[in-house]
């Protein structure tokens, strides 16, 4: 596992915004801030991104390490890259949501199950 150089730097690039406000990502289950997004990046990068934000919502469902997937290991690695190569990527800012952040989840993840 190994971000490409130009993904990261586009990635080290971003800069925080602490008034921003999250939107809800269907298909990963988490929430997705736009100041964590760069403008331009490869489809390998895009991939790892989803791989952290995925993780990151794992993380704020509280969902314990065997139910993150086919193979937790692979997470885990994308994680431990992500804090080695981006420390500073504007999500690993936002480990904990706030109360009206977690309310917000909350409402998109039940509002998701109750149509599937």
């Given amino acids: 596992m190994r971000l490409g150089r130009e993904d990261e730097l586009a990635l080290q690039q971003l800069t925080y915004d602490p008034g921003a406000e999250p939107a809800y990502e269907l298909l990963k289950s988490c929430l997705v801030w736009p100041d964590e997004r760069p403008v331009r990046i490869s489809s390998e990068g895009y991939e790892f991104l989803g791989d952290l934000w995925a993780i990151r919502g794992f993380l704020h469902r509280e969902l314990p390490l065997v139910r993150w997937g086919?193979?937790?290991?692979?997470f885990q690695e994308v994680w431990r890259v992500g804090l080695a190569t981006v420390?500073?990527?504007p999500?690993?800012?936002?480990l904990q949501l706030?109360?009206?952040d977690r309310q917000y989840l909350t409402a998109c993840v039940d509002a998701a199950r109750s149509v599937s």
């Avoid at 999500?91 to 936002?94: A, D, Q, V």
Wanted: proline share 13%; aromatic share 20%; charged share 35%.
């Fill in 91 to 94: 999500g690993f800012k936002r």
């Fill in 70 to 74: 086919l193979d937790p290991a692979y």
């Fill in 98 to 100: 706030s109360e009206k």
């Fill in 87 to 89: 420390p500073n990527w």
